[in-house]
């Protein structure tokens, strides 16, 4: 299997095993819809072993551990189980280590398939493959998404409690009688990050200077330009698609690129990502379409519908991104482009085409941002960033807000 890739299963009964050079601790977490678990209980690994539908199975250090999927026990609401790997020994990385996983039926041990994730470093922890329930069919699907803060990292990410160790307390010595010094003077508290959206101004717009609207129909952005999505006067708060796609630039060869989008706080604090590992984010306010492994065809390779209605509203901005996880570069796509849709409808409101290119492995195409009267915006970016995974685009996401 590649990244991104899925297959149906054709037991019941899986077991997903993952062998490397060294010693890999395994764990299975078992997803919602909106890709948390329900409690810490569904977060199964040598310490907690079994859990409704999905078991963890020690190699005793002579086979891989692996972690085992009764699709016909999982309890309904649970959506996804996604299997992960850590190496054993503090601290190491993935750097040199190849894991494979294989997807074998539990009962037989026929081998379903195998995925060995590409072109891993620092990453001390893996998402390497998720068995999934899709129009009431079970499957299986290679992610190999890398985490370099550990098992905890994705842990947290799925809404697991990781408690950190609390210090060892440390006794305090008795103080020596000592002359009363004059009070140091506080620092000034430090001021909070600015928000995202700037307030509205007193003043209205001059007849003509006012910001561009969906008043007079399709809106073509170009790079760093701006459109309020208000209609009429009245805000648009109901379901978008953003469709995001592209072409190979040379005939013939397939550009895998997966589409992604990150929502953030007021502060630009990252609340969660939806990609093609995680479909579902913010109680379904956000949804991904599903991965797009060549690029071929006509249309949109991947939709991500918002909600804007549903959106909670600590989520004030949106970043759209695409990225290459396999290492394909940008220079290499052609017709890239980004169009925001009335989800109703269809009809095409605002379309922005990315017209140059860099050897960079993801873009930034554009953002949403919730403004004080509650109107949304959307800006055309169109920055390259050096990043491989949705992961690598949060810290640069929050800069381009």
């Known amino acids: 299997m590649t990244p991104g890739s899925n297959i149906p299963l054709t037991a019941t009964r899986v077991a997903v095993d993952v062998a490397a050079p060294v010693r890999l ?56 189980i996604v299997v992960t790997a850590s190496p054993d020994a503090a601290g190491q990385t993935f750097q040199g280590v190849e894991p494979t996983a294989t997807i074998r039926g539990a009962d037989d041990g026929s081998v379903l398939a195998t995925f060995t994730p590409p072109q891993l470093g620092s990453e001390t922890a893996l998402v390497i493959v998720e068995v999934y329930l899709r129009n009431g069919a079970w499957k299986a699907r290679a992610v190999g998404q890398g985490y370099a803060n550990g098992l905890a990292g994705i842990a947290t990410d799925f809404g697991v409690t990781v408690e950190e160790p609390a210090p060892a ?21 430090q001021a909070p990050p600015p928000p995202m959206a700037a307030p509205t101004p007193a003043a209205a717009p001059a007849p003509g200077s006012g910001k561009i609207n969906l008043d007079k129909g399709r809106v073509s952005l170009q790079k760093n330009q701006t459109v309020s999505l208000v209609k009429g006067g009245r805000p648009m708060l109901s379901q978008v698609k953003m469709g995001l796609g592209w072409e190979p630039a040379f005939r013939g060869k397939d550009i895998d690129l997966d589409a992604s989008v990150i929502a953030y706080g007021p502060q630009r604090n990252h609340l969660d990502s939806c990609y093609f590992g995680k479909l579902s984010i913010l109680n379904g306010a956000v949804k991904h379409s599903g991965d797009n492994l060549t690029g071929e065809g ?50 095409e409101l605002v379309r922005f085409d990315l017209t140059g290119a860099q050897p960079q492995t993801g873009v930034m195409m554009c953002k949403l941002i919730r403004q004080f009267t509650g ?20 810290k640069p996401g929050a800069q381009a807000l």
């Open 298 to 347: 006509a249309g949109d390779d991947e939709v991500i519908v918002v909600d804007l209605g549903r959106l909670p509203q600590e989520a004030t901005g949106l970043v759209f991104t695409v990225n290459s996880f396999s290492g394909q570069k940008f220079t290499e796509v052609a017709k890239a482009y980004c169009r925001l849709m009335d989800a109703a409808t269809g009809e």
């Open 169 to 189: 307390p440390v006794a305090a010595p008795i103080p020596a009688p000592a002359p009363v010094a004059p009070p140091v003077p506080q620092a000034a508290p």
């Open 375 to 394: 109107e949304w915006e959307m800006t055309a970016i169109g920055d390259f960033v050096k990043s491989r995974t949705v992961r690598g685009m949060v």
């Open 25 to 80: 601790d395994v764990s299975g977490l078992l997803l919602t819809a909106d890709g948390k678990v329900r409690s810490d209980d569904d977060f199964i690994f040598y310490n907690q072993p079994a859990g409704p539908g999905v078991t963890y199975r020690s190699g005793q250090g002579t086979a891989p551990d692996a972690i085992v999927v009764d699709t016909t026990a999982v309890p309904p609401g649970i959506e996804k």
